[in-house]
């Protein structure tokens, strides 16, 4: 069956560093996402990308965060200037239609600043 | 705006106990409705969905009922294994044309003890 991957695992960083994380969606897929998910707390939404832009963000994906597709296959979330609040699971998902139909999601990158 | 309601957890229960997970939403219109299942180390999975009021959804032996008139997806399952340990989420996709964003429940810890 058909996967989201997700890499790195687990990525520790230093308050204050760039991180990207790096997600690889289904390949028929249209639209992608990011969401993160606080240790023990709600899976909260971050952003959609659909047909090379976003098309929805949330509150929480302020001017730190940034999505690029860059090359047609990966599909990332950088952090500019990570801080200790945005130590989170994060999940990339993707789905083919719209997400009335549900969506696929990835394991997941743990991120941890110290 | 849209929102899912979940059981508080954690909740435990021996092999072979009958589950319910009770989940209520609250949304504008009849949204198609899922629920997604968060194994150990792992990312979110689909676990089964229903598209419209009275559809049941199921899966590995788990159910639930759009019930239109009591706003509610409850997950049953009729007799827990051990592998069901897992974190449960209810979710909503969006009714609004272009959004793009799933409402996800808090979650629900299960543990089933041998």
């Known amino acids: 069956e058909p996967e989201v991957t997700q890499t790195p695992s687990h990525q520790v960083t230093q308050m204050g560093q760039e991180v990207i994380l790096r997600c690889v969606p289904i390949s028929n897929h249209l639209y992608f996402y990011w969401y993160r998910q606080i240790l023990g707390q709600k899976v909260e939404f971050l952003v959609s990308?659909?047909?090379?832009?976003?098309?929805?963000k949330s509150e929480i994906f302020d001017d730190q965060f940034s999505v690029e597709r860059p090359d047609g296959s990966n599909f990332t979330l950088k952090i500019r200037s990570t801080k200790l609040e945005d130590s989170a699971m994060y999940f990339c998902?993707?789905?083919?239609?719209?997400?009335?139909?549900?969506?696929?999601f990835g394991s997941g990158t743990r991120l941890t600043v110290v | 705006g849209d929102s899912v309601t979940q059981m508080e957890g954690p909740v435990t229960l021996s092999e072979e106990a009958f589950l319910t997970i009770n989940c209520t939403y609250t949304?504008?219109?009849?949204?198609?409705l899922f629920w997604y299942v968060q194994y150990p180390g792992e990312g979110l999975q689909l676990l089964l969905k229903a598209t419209k009021a009275d559809d049941k959804g199921s899966n590995k032996g788990f159910e639930a009922t759009y019930r239109k008139e009591t706003t509610s997806f409850h997950l049953e399952k009729g007799s827990v294994q051990v592998s069901d340990s897992a974190v449960y989420f209810c979710a909503l996709p969006p009714l609004i044309q272009g959004a793009q964003k799933l409402v996800f429940g808090q979650g629900t810890r299960l543990t089933i003890n041998p």
């Open positions: 990308f659909y047909n090379n832009e976003i098309s929805e």
């Open positions: 949304a504008t219109g009849y949204p198609s």
């Open positions: 998902a993707s789905s083919e239609r719209t997400a009335t139909y549900g969506y696929t």
